[in-house]
């Protein structure tokens, strides 16, 4: 993502859009006070400089699937063709490049409780240069998803926040999950492309009326199938490390662990899961000391954490969306 220093309204802006990706800018622009020429100018600067993107997810809870964080290790020289491979899987998301450019982590999401795919699993262990591969089935979310990361939320007062929450769309867990329609992967498509873009713009993609594609959306937002997420980098906020941890965890400690993480606002993502390493969390900090005081004080204050492997995050490849400047599969 693009580089870019921020200001006040740049940041007032990106915490309103991570309460509701799709809200208007004049409704944006009244809340913080300012004019809607003002917020489409900052918008679209930080929009053509890459800073931000709002981008669509679907909550997983709601569609029946469950997401797998994928750990493989390489030879150094295999990284790149292996997570170029994977980078264009569109079931692929988070993909990233980790400790000393030698293993290559990604999530993936499957229907149902199965592994993520024969296939995907046995294309990586027929890959050149691949010599271990790990996976982990994502049990409980505990930051992540529709629970956003905590530290991009600094640019509005606590009075703007509620006036935007109230507006936004509140799904509503006890209504039925929609069924997919034709049209669907259309307008996933285009939402992926950018998160805001029109209702025009997205009839045009789906083939169908605006009001048919809006109906479709509001349906799918107030089911809690889709919402938005808004993507920046971190740097740009003045977090300059990042690194994924992977902690033995004893099951006694599991919710107290859940709750530490989910409190802090370095976490951008944690979750209990399977296999070697049954808690994983991936954190932003501004330095090397800010990530031994999340492993000292923030994780040592709970009785019950056994281990806790560190491997920093050398590269982000991938977020939600197509692969920059690759093209996906169909």
Request: hydrophobic share 45%; aromatic share 6%; charged share 20%.
């Amino acid at each position: 993502m693009g580089s870019i220093e921020f200001d006040a309204v740049d940041l007032a802006i990106l915490h309103a859009l991570d309460i509701d990706g799709r809200a208007p800018f004049a409704r944006i622009a009244e809340v913080l006070g300012v004019s809607d020429a003002t917020v489409l100018r900052h918008y679209r600067r930080m929009r053509a400089s890459g800073a931000i993107r709002v981008v669509p997810i679907t909550d997983t809870r709601r569609t029946g699937q469950t997401s797998w964080v994928l750990r493989v290790r390489c030879v150094p020289d295999a990284v790149d063709a292996v997570a170029q491979g994977l980078g264009r899987r569109p079931d692929v998301s988070w993909l990233q490049v980790l400790a000393a450019g030698t293993e290559v982590m990604c999530v993936t999401r499957a229907k149902g409780p199965e592994a993520p795919g024969g296939e995907l699993s046995r294309q990586l262990g027929r890959a050149a240069g691949v010599i271990g591969l790990e996976m982990y089935c994502l049990l409980r979310v505990v930051v992540g998803g529709p629970t956003t990361w905590q530290g991009q939320n600094i640019g509005l007062t606590p009075a703007q926040v509620d006036a935007l929450t109230r507006a936004a769309p509140q799904p509503s867990w006890d209504t039925p999950v929609p069924a997919w329609v034709d049209g669907d992967r259309e307008l996933f498509a285009a939402l992926a492309r950018d998160g805001r873009t029109s209702y025009a713009e997205l009839a045009r993609a789906c083939g169908t009326s605006e009001s048919a594609v809006r109906r479709r959306v509001e349906l799918l937002r107030g089911t809690g199938v889709l919402f938005f997420e808004v993507e920046t980098d971190a740097a740009n906020l003045g977090y300059g490390l990042c690194a994924f941890l992977w902690m033995n965890v004893r099951p006694s400690a599991l919710d107290a662990v859940a709750e530490v993480v989910a409190a802090d606002p370095r976490v951008v993502f944690g979750a209990a899961a399977t296999g070697r390493a049954n808690f994983l969390a991936s954190v932003l900090c501004r330095d090397t000391a800010d990530l031994y005081d999340f492993i000292a004080e923030s994780l040592g204050s709970v009785e019950g954490i056994t281990s806790v492997e560190t491997t920093p995050i050398v590269e982000t490849l991938k977020r939600e969306g197509p692969m920059p400047g690759a093209r996906a599969r169909p």
